[in-house]
């Protein structure tokens, strides 16, 4: 591994060395990011755009590089088909960047300022977090689109995708650095890791001195990985167990189509509903035409021994049916006597991702509001809802299931902190 | 080690079972803290203070074998100063956990519910984090104070105090179960870890299964090393290298009085200033009547060139007082050339904690403020005031100096996080 540059701070020959001077060059860029005013940040993502728009053969020939080395690694057929650009791909990451340029600026909101009885005025200011590292797999898209969320934020990135996507990545890249330079911020407000070694993402999650917050997106294993690693904070994703739980005073239509829509809008989703829980006074008239719905598209249901007692063609559900993320076209149903009996199934068996109760009862709507601890939590809607976009977000760098700072779907504010302001005449402490 | 209980979890015999077993009762505790209302948390924090008052003393016989132990071991007179009850000690930890039963309840707090296209509405809820540990050193008051803040915020709590505070702690712990027992809240909620052996340290600060977020309380060696070895997040807090800046366009005698207070009206404290950095254009007029009253209150200055040929009683700064904390009567001092300067050398020597500008210039006021990236930016103020209780939090569990979740004085809301609630009518996603 040699020679590996860093513009301004010149060439490395060692990973160590060359991740520590990207991290150096983000830190320094990270200030003149913090300060850069609302205009020059969108000006920068629409010249992104533009450049994007305008280099699509260029793109298009570094991607098929990639997508003939993949080829020839034996990669699979949905490894190909995620590492591939098209035109169609190139047109809407150029949208997306223009779509973040139209959203409010999170950075410099100033809010809740109060007199105190000491004469000072205190309040809050929205600021960046600093220096931001995604990590990421094959989707080269991921490249525009964090950029994009971490600039608008006012932090600055380091993106280190997939090995198999370092051309396109790069190439996109160069899109990036020239919206950059046309808005007067510096190319290293976003830098892309130069090399395919996986030691680079080592050194990334433990540099706490130049990176503020780590944001891996892709498969669990690359984020157990990096987070049981990560010596820096790290935004995570890890399962999606979900649940819809119709009430004895449920709507029957509304429980029959929040049901269906939760499974089989989309399987493969962190939002998908896996567990259906059903009341028992109200399982008899739901769970047979639901049976119908479910069979129809596909769906294998494995049921607990009281589901079965009224659809007789589920399997048998085992303790692991619970637990389990299938990101598939399986259901786990199981029937509960009380809300508190389904309160209790996601505590135990829930990720504390997303989960819904369909009801007309006011007191178990609250109490299932209140007492679910999961980043999302709905009365009367589709799991599926739980989306950046559906919340009004306008973008979102993925769906965090920590507990501290953001929970759920993360957008621009998510990558922001507040910091106290206090405004003063002069005031001493007595 | 033998026989450690655990109250409905039976005993254990080794360190690890035992802290799993605390963990394990914490999370089962927490579920029940999280729903309890504010009128139990309340009536809980009340009977705990009156319970303190009846037990007065009993704390202190308990307090006094602490005492007797601690100098028997030869520990300094600071350490057994920080150790010692006294009656009023007592009262005050009595009249701080009324002050947090005062205090507005957190949790449960709706807010931005907003209708969206797709007709649901979608808000947040502000809801605990779950389970909090407290890892501090000897004074036993924390005891209380922990466990108040994190009740009132919904959470369970594993305290762990200093080993030689251990017969004090647990005498506060059976004061603040009896006010858990009377409004019929489970004792679990608050729980002493019952050992001095130091393993139970690293046992908790590893258990990601029951411990939410760790906060350390105590010398800078003990944060040092929990951040390092810590799996759980921890709110922390590290250096406190605070400056004042006068600007130019200062008022001199505002200019006066805050470079007085900042440093002098504590020395041991993280919010005081350790570095001046005064504009050229005033630094004749500012320096020398400031350098008499550090003169008259004993306190050593370490200046730059410039400022040793204004005060030349000065003794010269090297590099290191720039980034020292001094926590003494000594002050780090530099001219500067103008605002820009100012934040640079902030940026590069501060530790992100509080940093006060003093001008009656709008532009480098604003400035400052946005460009400042510290935990708390004051203008015209002493960074003494940056403080829970000044800043109206009614309490503060400590000051963190982390980039995500909390920053600057963590009150109530900085134990709690907010969840995303979506009330629909049926709503699908399509």
Redesign the interface.
Known sequence: MTNLNVPGLGTFDDIAAYVDGVGNAARIAA?AL??ADTAAKNAALTEMAEAIRRDEARLLAANAEDVNAARAARKDAAFVDRLTLTPTAIAAMADGLREIAALPDPV?EISDV?Y?P?G?Q?GM?R?P??VIAIIYESRPNVTADAAALCLKSGNATILRGGSEALRSNQAIAACVHKGLRSAGLPESAVQVIATSDRAAVGHLIADEKHI??IVPRGGKGLIERISRDAKV?V?KHLDGVCHVYIDARA?L??AM??A???KT?RYGTCNTMETLLVHADIATSVLPPLADIYERKGVELRGCARSRAIVSSMKTATEDDWYAEYLAPILAVRVVDSVDDAIDHI?RYGSQHTD?IVTDDHVNAM?F???V??????????T???DGF???LGAEIGIST????A???VGLEGLT??????????????
């Open positions: 200030r913090a300060r410099g109060k105190r000491s000072i205190v200011m600021v977090l600093g503020d917050v904070p935004i709507n239509d509304q189509r929040i269906d829509n939760a809008q505590a819904a109490r509001l209140r007492e601890d999961s980043s999302s939590v709905l009365v009367n809607a589709s599926r809802f739980a559906e919340y009004g920590n507990k501290l700072h929970r759920g779907p902190s507040r910091k106290w302001i206090v405004l003063g005449t002069g005031q001493i402490r007595t």
